[in-house]
């Protein structure tokens, strides 16, 4: 499998990177023994489109997208991801103000 490292943050070409990103989507496809046209087709795309992207020629984020839904491997993108982080100063500010104790004022008596 071919690895992406930090090393590849800013030294990295946008070309070679696109070239990085269709050698992955070959080498995952010939893995699954599925030709370029079963790709494609799955993918709702031409194969010229598919072997130009495999090639590392450029391609829409939509195509990239729909190959790699074919593909199963959308879990590539859970990098992507975004989720709210609380800051400790926040957290520690709803803590003090939990509720920490029942009051009895509160209640209304109920007939026994």
């Known amino acids: ?36 046209q079963e790709l494609a087709e799955a ?3 031409n194969r010229s489109t598919l072997v130009q992207i495999e090639s590392g020629g450029g391609g829409g984020l939509l195509t990239f997208v729909q190959i790699m839904r074919a593909l199963d491997q959308l879990s590539v993108f859970k990098n992507f991801e975004v989720s709210e982080q609380i800051s400790p100063l926040l957290l520690a500010k709803m803590q003090r103000n939990k509720r920490q104790r029942a009051s009895s004022a509160n209640k209304t008596s109920l007939p026994k």
């Open 1 to 36: 499998m071919i690895e992406i490292t930090n090393k590849y943050n800013n030294s990295i070409s946008d070309k070679a990177l696109l070239e990085l990103i269709g050698v992955y989507l070959k080498e995952t496809r010939l893995r699954q023994n599925k030709t370029q």
């Open 43 to 45: 993918a709702g795309i």
